[in-house]
């Protein structure tokens, strides 16, 4: 089928932010991206979930505060302003309540939005993201810390692009498609291609950079890596939560973002908390292939 696609802008504190929606049902899921993404990067789980709903469930994914038709848009940056954004798009959309699912940092964005709008969430889809990095030892200082260091560390390349620059659009996204994410079969897709493609922009130098502000992603990695409140969230909160995560992280390299037994263990402490497994992907693919991007569609669909 055909999935009705268009874009839209939210008012929001200090601005306006970019929305994409998928599908014209009137059951509402809101999507947050992760890191350094957009909104695109949904795109085949949306079509998958509006494909499976029959077109009764639509999509809106939003473009956070520094990022691609949200780049220009002023702080606050951080979890909680973030979140708030999201109860904003309720407002805008004139939907009491909905399902928010979370890619990467997205899933600790969703959950503060339940702590912070508890009445406004009915469940929460955490997707490679949301929990609390496993920790080797007891949390860094955030008065003394190196943010940039750690926050690189974690997500490297994700980092390293925003201060590069490329000569035209298609380097850029030639840089992204040697990327050890998408290197297996068909893990390179059109909609891969759009979402890099809708991130480049043209400098006064007539040269192509990614549209990512740096400082907001400073501000939330510092938040979701640094900071053990703001990370936090989902275990204070009570709303039924599924928990998609992936064998292989940011670089295709195993184990990923959250190891097997880090994933059982956690699970096992948050009753709260259904975690399912999307075998054969990464962090990336897990919302852009076809595998990744159906374990997740289901995972919002279910009820």
């Known amino acids: 089928m055909s999935v009705l696609y268009e874009r839209f802008r939210v008012p929001v504190t200090g601005g306006e932010i970019t929305c994409g929606r998928w599908g014209a049902g009137e059951t509402i899921v809101v999507a947050s991206h992760g890191i350094t993404a957009n909104h695109l990067s949904w795109q085949r789980v949306a079509e998958l979930v509006v494909e499976r709903s029959d077109d009764t469930v639509s999509v809106v994914a939003v473009d956070h505060r520094g990022r691609a038709g949200s780049a220009d848009t002023p702080g606050p940056f951080g979890l909680q302003a973030h979140a708030d954004d999201l109860a904003a798009i309720l407002d805008h959309l004139g939907v009491a309540t909905a399902t928010l699912a979370g890619h990467s940092l997205g899933g600790f964005i969703i959950a503060n939005a339940a702590e912070r709008h508890p009445d406004r969430v009915q469940r929460l889809v955490l997707v490679d993201g949301g929990v609390p990095f496993p920790s080797a030892g ?137 975690a399912v497994l999307a075998e054969n992907t990464n962090h990336y693919t897990i919302v852009t292939a076809d595998v990744g991007a159906g374990v997740v569609a289901d995972a919002i669909l279910a009820r």
């Open 138 to 274: 007891p949390p860094p200082d955030p008065t003394t810390v190196d943010v940039e260091a750690i926050v690189q560390a974690v997500i490297g390349p994700a980092l390293d692009r925003l201060d590069m620059r490329w000569p035209h659009e298609d380097g850029y996204v030639d840089f992204f498609r040697a990327h050890p994410a998408f290197q297996a079969p068909n893990e390179w897709t059109p909609g891969v291609e759009d979402y890099v493609r809708y991130d480049a922009v043209t400098t006064a130098d007539g040269e192509t950079r990614s549209s990512v502000n740096k400082e907001a992603v400073l501000v939330d990695g510092g938040a979701a890596i640094v900071d053990p409140e703001a990370a936090a969230a989902i275990e204070r909160v009570s709303v039924p939560t599924t928990w998609v995560w992936c064998p292989r992280g940011l670089l295709d390299q195993t184990p990923g973002l959250f190891p097997p037994d880090y994933v059982a263990q956690r699970a096992g402490e948050l009753a709260h908390v259904t």
